[in-house]
């Protein structure tokens, strides 16, 4: 059976890092890879990467990119409050599953 673990985090999502080099620091989650369990953050762990001239860098060099960081150093910034929150899911009056936000309760899109 092929089945997919449902994680607190998914592309979109603004993201609070809280452990680690860059604790405290937070972004927009670019991708989510469901396999290795990381994200992608925007602006957090920052690596510098050899690139070869190509029609994207004509000059080549040392660029500064985003690695991935794992899903259990972030936690989703609350929509409310703007800080760090857990996740939870219920029902809607539409009987659609939704994720709420544990610290004010409120829906997250």
Same mark, same amino acid.
Not at 84 to 100: A, C, Q, S
């Given at each position: ?13 603004? $993201? ?5 080099? %860059? ?5 927009? $989650?670019? =991708? $989510?890879? %469901? ?12 690596? +510098?990467?050899?690139?070869? @001239? =190509?029609?994207?860098? *004509? ?8 690695? *991935?960081?794992?899903? +259990? ?10 800080? @760090? ?15 709420? +936000?544990?610290? =004010? ?5």
């Amino acid at each position: 059976m092929n089945k997919r673990k449902k994680l607190h985090i998914k592309k979109g999502d603004t $993201v609070i890092v809280i452990a680690g080099d %860059y604790k405290g620091a937070e972004g927009r $989650v670019l =991708s $989510v890879n %469901y396999k290795k369990l990381t994200a992608i953050v925007e602006g957090v762990n920052l690596v +510098s990467k050899h690139v070869k @001239p =190509s029609a994207k860098h *004509p000059k080549g060099g040392i660029i500064k990119v985003e690695a *991935p960081i794992h899903i +259990s150093n972030l936690l989703l910034k609350d929509p409310k409050t703007g800080k @760090p929150t857990r996740i939870g899911r219920k029902l809607n009056e539409n009987n659609k599953l939704v994720r709420y +936000s544990k610290k =004010s309760g409120e829906v997250i899109l």
